[in-house]
């Protein structure tokens, strides 16, 4: 990319905490960038917090353009909607044919689709980018999810392999392939995220009303297990919830925090897009649905009056079932993971994406959300076999689930008969007994909607559909 002395070599459109982090850590490896914001202030702190004097904040749009060098290579860090498609047209006539223009937020991937087509016809190279860290791995290193114009992203693919994370020296960045890709698979990864967090959730309630462990107890077997094979980010950073007190107070901030859960929408897309898909992900459809349940507090406290007679606890060995519990969340662990995978197989082909499911395991190992131990054996299973159709049938998976299995259907029926909820537990073990087997009850379901809706059916062993006049016709 060509650089004067007195131009920006890039452009970062949006400086609150992601934005303004991504271009520090820019600025840490070299790169001369400028910042835009309305909030003028926002520019200002990018300037004081540079540490390299190689970064100017600019609140005047034609400005901030007009101190790039050509061609232009300018990322927007916006929410994701119609906020992206309007800094879109305010840019485009300040910008000339050739330039480049990224979404680096967490747009829906058919909002990327439009965009590309309609960018590419204006001669401007463009492509989403997926990006996983938050604010931490904004400024030390993300994990980065490019997809769409190749040319574009081989520009921009020295300083993005500069500022990702490393894991064994390989960045955490690979152009993922066309078109909207790219945001695809940071959908995707975000269900995975929502799917491991409600089983994190659930844990945290088996430990403490079923097993009634106080805080620092469940502390300490969240850093257990950070200690060991369950290693990721999510329990690191559980463990410090766990013992993080607000100032000036003797408990855990933790025990004031309303039960009702948020959400952003990435979640809910990547269920509905597997049901479009016909790609079934039940764990994290269960993990989208109980944030939703989270949010009808009061209605959810009418009932605790009518039906929470008896306190649920569990009557077993405490030192036994721990060993039995950490195996039922590897076990559901690694199905949250298999799920995405899957979907993302699916998708590879419904929209010729040509994913490399194993190079995306690898990008995932570090910088983002949803890193773990258990990643190195998802991106040796796909490495070993680029073909692979279920990661569950990778037979170094295949051992690991197996072995984590009594553990997991200990766990899940003694908390379900103690009545603690445990959905997304149910839900990885339910998916799990019906994919290891080979003939489903779906055969009653297929002559029921043949009986009221003559959808028909097909039999085992011959050719074509058929149909079954189920009782015989009335002679009224």
């Not at 909607?81 to 800094?87: N, Y």
Request: some cysteine.
């Amino acid at each position: 990319m060509s650089e004067t002395t007195d131009k920006y070599s890039f452009g970062m459109i949006g400086l609150g905490t992601m934005g303004r982090n991504l271009l520090l850590n820019m600025g840490d490896h070299g790169v001369k960038g400028a910042g835009f914001d309305k909030d003028a202030s926002k520019g200002q702190l990018l300037e004081q917090e540079s540490k390299h004097g190689n970064l100017k904040g600019f609140s005047d749009v034609k400005a901030f353009t007009e101190s790039l060098s050509s061609p232009k290579a300018i990322m927007m860090l916006v929410p994701a909607g119609k906020i992206v498609d309007d800094v879109i047209a305010e840019l485009l006539p300040l910008l000339d044919k050739g330039d480049i223009l990224i979404d680096g937020g967490n747009s829906h991937f058919t909002d990327t689709n439009r965009r590309v087509e309609e960018l590419e016809a204006k001669g401007f190279h463009f492509f989403g980018m997926g990006i996983s860290g938050g604010e931490e791995g904004a400024r030390r290193g993300p994990s980065m999810m490019p997809g769409g114009d190749k040319d574009a992203y081989n520009v921009m693919k020295p300083i993005l392999e500069s500022i990702a994370a490393k894991v064994d020296g390989a960045p955490c960045v690979t152009y993922i392939g066309p078109g909207a890709s790219g945001h695809f698979v940071k959908m995707v990864h975000n269900g995975i995220e929502y799917g491991i967090m409600q089983l994190i959730a659930e844990t945290y309630e088996i430990l403490k009303t079923g097993l009634k462990l106080d805080n620092e107890a469940i502390r300490k077997v969240f850093l257990k297990w950070n200690e060991g094979r369950l290693k990721s980010f999510l329990l690191e950073i559980t463990k410090d919830i766990f013992a993080y007190k607000a100032p000036g107070t003797d408990h855990l901030l933790l025990d004031d925090i309303k039960d009702e859960a948020k959400a952003k929408g990435t979640g809910k897309w990547t269920s509905q897009v597997a049901m479009d898909l016909q790609a079934p992900i039940p764990t994290i459809d269960t993990a989208v649905s109980m944030r939703d349940l989270s949010k009808y507090k009061e209605t959810r406290l009418e009932a605790a009056k009518v039906y929470s007679k008896v306190a649920p606890a569990l009557d077993v060995n405490t030192d036994e079932f721990l060993k039995d519990l950490e195996q039922a969340y590897y076990f559901s662990m690694v199905i949250t993971y298999a799920q995405g995978m899957f979907m993302l197989a699916n998708a590879s082909k419904e929209y010729n994406y040509d994913l490399h499911l194993g190079e995306i395991a690898k990008i995932w190992r570090g910088g983002c959300i949803i890193r773990s131990e258990f990643l190195n054996d998802i991106y040796n299973a796909y490495n070993g076999n680029a073909k692979l159709s279920h990661l569950l049938l990778d037979a170094g998976v295949e051992k690991l689930v197996s072995a984590a299995l009594p553990g997991a259907r200990k766990v899940i029926s003694s908390v379900i008969a103690a009545g603690i909820a445990a959905p997304s537990y149910a839900a990885s073990l339910s998916y799990f007994d019906n994919f290891r087997t080979g003939r489903m009850p779906s055969n009653l379901t297929q002559a029921q909607r043949d009986y009221f809706g003559a959808h028909t059916y097909e039999l085992i062993g011959k050719e074509g559909t058929f149909h079954t006049q189920w009782v015989p016709k009335s002679n009224d």
